[in-house]
Nanobody, 123 residues
Framework: QVQLVESGGGLVQAGGSLRLSCAASGRTFSSYHIGWFRQAPGKEREFVAAISRSADYTNYADSAKGRFTISRDNAKNTVSLQMNSLKPEDTAVYYC????????????????WGRGTQVTVSP
């Protein structure tokens, strides 16, 4: 098992940046693919970005391409999401999630979830 805790959310003006972190417990962190998802009020949880176990493969939602960067440090059991050029439509609770099976891009494919961190982007 792995436990995940997100941090780094907050209130930022449009055009600003935030860096989210996902800290994981457990000795097998490097065996998990990690994804970031977000959920805005009244909307379904949606894929943002994912990174493979060894960080040799990343994937982004179209809405994140060119603005967000996912990275990981297996020695520190952390995954980060650098978010630049933020827009009001990026406002949501952001979650990190872990899966062992394969790189995945839908919430149903992830087994472990953090509790989320709120990101609010003002106009």
């Amino acid at each position: 098992q792995v436990q995940l805790v997100e941090s780094g959310g907050g209130l930022v003006q449009a055009g600003g940046s935030l860096r989210l972190s996902c800290a994981a417990s457990g000795r097998t962190f490097s065996s998990y693919h990690i994804g970031w998802f977000r959920q805005a009020p009244g909307k379904e949880r949606e894929f943002v970005a994912a990174i493979s176990r060894s960080a040799d493969y990343t994937n982004y939602a179209d809405s994140a391409k060119g603005r967000f960067t996912i990275s990981r440090d297996n020695a520190k059991n952390t995954v980060s999401l650098q978010m630049n050029s933020l827009k009001p439509e990026d406002t949501a609770v952001y979650y990190c999630a872990a899966t062992r099976a394969t790189m995945a891009f839908t919430p149903a494919e992830y087994s472990y979830w953090g509790r989320g961190t709120q990101v609010t982007v003002s106009p």
